[in-house]
């Protein structure tokens, strides 16, 4: 009998976990689902964070915004959770645009009245306004004529202030320029009438906290924030339509594209309403 080679053996191995990796990477990959908030990585759980701060802003509903936050730590105090976050941000120099700054004081408004407090307090207040300066011309003088000593008059001449020139100051937007880059109509009994946004920067990444406003029949309307389901990634946020309106969706930015889409049945089935899919990219 002969005896096993060693080469074989190593060769087959390496091949045996390739196709093994391949199989587990590619072909049919772990999709991690209903990651409860408390099991979220450092990074998550700071967009988590940031996302029901931005929320608590926006609605001013204290009750909403502490479920949600002991879901995170649920032992210990969630408002010294927020403050130490909120510490963490300041420590690493993170605050550079006015996007920042609204975060940073949306964390503070959240923390600080429930009687935490943290190395972030008080660094950063509300941005003053915006003034734009109209310039005044400054006139010329009028020029005085020396009497003529001789038949060639010579006229004084006459010189003006230098203009300061015109530069008003401006702020950076916070939410930044979005522009619609996908929406798939799609039937499914277990999302039944729901739209599904997603929000990414133009690397593909997903962005927590960006406002998404939903509208319809005229005056009617509801905001959400993104990266409060942490199951479906920083990105996503969700909305459930009624059944025979048209609603039309958008992130809460000044120019912002919007999409309008209708709670029509799915096919012949009455019972269960088309869902949608959107997807906004962000343009720095």
Not at 118 to 140: E, K, L, S
Not at 161 to 176: D, H, N
Not at 218 to 244: C, H, I, K, N, R
Request: with cysteine; charged share 15%.
């Amino acid at each position: 009998m002969r005896g096993i080679s060693i080469l074989g053996l190593l060769l087959g191995l390496a091949v045996g976990i390739g196709l093994a990796l391949i199989y587990t990477w590619e072909i049919d990959p772990v999709i991690e689902r209903n990651t409860a908030p408390w099991q979220l990585s450092d990074s998550a759980r700071e967009d988590y964070v940031v996302a029901v701060a931005l929320s608590y802003a926006e609605n001013q509903d204290l009750q909403l915004a502490f479920d949600r936050l002991r879901q995170l730590r649920p032992s210990q105090d969630v408002w010294t959770v927020v403050a130490q976050i909120a510490c963490e941000r300041h420590k690493r120099v993170q605050v550079k645009t006015n996007s920042d700054v609204v975060v940073m004081r949306a964390l503070e408004q959240l923390y600080r009245p429930q009687g935490a407090s943290g190395c972030a307090d008080g660094q950063y207040p509300t941005p003053a306004p915006v003034n734009f300066v109209t310039q005044v011309p400054t006139p010329f003088p009028t020029s005085t004529l020396t009497p003529p000593a001789t038949k060639t008059p010579t006229p004084v001449l006459f010189t003006s202030e230098p203009e300061t020139p015109f530069a008003p100051t401006a702020t950076v937007s916070f939410a930044g320029s979005y522009v619609l880059a996908r929406i798939n109509p799609f039937c499914d009994s277990d999302v039944n009438g729901v739209i599904q946004v997603n929000v990414y920067d133009n690397n593909g990444q997903g962005i927590a906290g960006v406002p998404v406003r939903v509208s319809w029949a005229g005056d009617q309307s509801d905001l959400f924030y993104t990266g409060l389901v942490p199951d479906e990634g920083p990105e996503y946020g969700d909305f459930v339509m009624e059944a025979g309106r048209t609603y039309t969706v958008a992130v809460a930015s000044a120019g912002a594209a919007q999409q309008s889409v209708e709670a029509v049945p799915c096919g012949s089935d009455s019972s269960l309403i088309t869902s949608y899919q959107i997807s906004f990219r962000r343009e720095d």
